[in-house]
């Protein structure tokens, strides 16, 4: 049966974030109303020494590091048609090896051309690509050209305004499905105030759709995320730390008390096997200030899921989980070897 194309008009998204954008969070953006949900960025070598496994005992679809054994991106069938992962890369042979890897796993792939880190830099990726635009086209019309889902990639802004317009232009002229922009340059940081016009005319002069991003301080609850669309005319909204600090803020009914976030996040997290150290990351920044108080401390001393869980009286739901998982791989071995 073919597969539904994934359409990026209208749409509410999970942006990319390195260590915040694993399976947990994903699946409870999803549940929030989150429409599409991005992975963390992957780089491209590292996904290529990962090998694709089946994991029957926690229903997911795990590619393995081959050098250390460590999960590089776990996804499940549940969110199949909602995934876009998106790749680091400054080459196109090897964006392509790797998008035809996950291509039967995920909805979309994006590229990358907005990371302003030093290795994103050093290594040619992530904004990097915006100063070599030629390589860009070549890595995006290389994917739409030999890829059966869509492509699109996220940018930032450029400082000069036609030059912009210019360059998201060019993207387009690729074939890519959609486009999306943090409206900030380079050298700009989060506390630096969204160019929210620049955006409206990027989306004015484009036909794809474009995806509204770097809005998060202005969004503090659902209805701030209509007046974005409004400010910045496109329809479409990406929402990075809004989501990181309370995942609620893509629920229509409103954002629910931090605690409960938690306890939903963690259930995911035991659900998914998440390791302890990436758990603790996303939960440390859903507390934030938090952290300080008498619960928050003794959060921080916890090392284990079980540890974690106990914390937010899920010491239940944890241990069942865990006896189950432990059943199904006994049954799951017995299979292999009778
Ligand atoms: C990011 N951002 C980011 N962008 C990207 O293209 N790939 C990535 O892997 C990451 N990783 C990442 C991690 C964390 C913790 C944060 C906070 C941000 C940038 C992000 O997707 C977004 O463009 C900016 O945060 C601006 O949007 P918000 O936060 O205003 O919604």
């Known amino acids: 049966m073919e597969r539904k194309r994934l359409n990026y008009e209208n749409k509410l998204i999970l942006a990319p974030m390195v260590r915040i954008g694993t399976l947990p969070m994903r699946l409870l953006a999803l549940d929030y109303g989150a429409d599409i949900v991005y992975t963390e960025e992957l780089i491209d070598w590292k996904l290529l020494r ?39 890369t400054c ?12 291509e039967q796993d995920v909805a979309g792939i994006d590229l990358n051309m907005g990371c302003p880190k030093l290795f994103s830099l050093v290594g040619k990726m992530g904004a990097a690509l915006l100063g070599e635009p030629e ?9 739409v050209d030999n890829l059966s889902i869509p492509v699109t990639c996220k940018i930032r802004i450029l400082p000069d305004l036609d030059k912009t317009l210019e360059l998201c232009e060019l993207l387009q002229s690729t074939g890519i499905s959609a486009i999306a922009v943090h409206g900030r340059t380079i050298n700009e940081r989060p506390q630096h105030i969204n160019r929210n016009e620049v955006l409206r005319k990027i989306s004015e002069r484009l036909s794809i759709p474009v995806i509204a991003n770097g809005g998060s301080k202005e969004i503090q609850k659902y209805s701030d995320i209509s007046k974005f669309k409004e400010i910045t005319g496109c329809n479409s909204v990406m929402l990075a730390r809004a989501a990181e600090w309370n995942c609620s803020i893509f629920s229509k009914e409103g954002l629910l008390p931090m605690e409960d976030v938690i306890k939903s996040y963690l259930k995911y997290a035991v659900d998914c096997d998440n390791p302890p150290s990436n758990t603790k990351y996303c939960i440390q920044n859903i507390l934030r200030e938090q952290q300080e108080s008498t619960l928050g401390r003794k959060f921080l001393n916890s090392q284990t899921l079980e540890q974690i869980c106990d914390l937010w009286a899920l010491s239940d739901y944890c241990q069942l989980k865990k006896k189950e998982f432990e059943e199904k791989g006994l049954l799951g071995r017995s299979q292999v070897s009778p």
């Open 50 to 88: 990962s090998f694709r496994r089946e994991n029957d005992v926690l229903e997911t679809i795990d590619y393995i590091d081959k050098t250390d054994g460590t999960v590089t991106f776990r996804t499940c069938l549940r969110e199949r048609d909602k995934v876009v992962l998106q790749i680091g």
């Open 91 to 102: 080459d196109a042979t090897r964006a392509l090896k790797v998008a035809k890897m996950v």
């Open 135 to 143: 390589i860009a086209v070549n890595i995006l019309k290389t994917l």
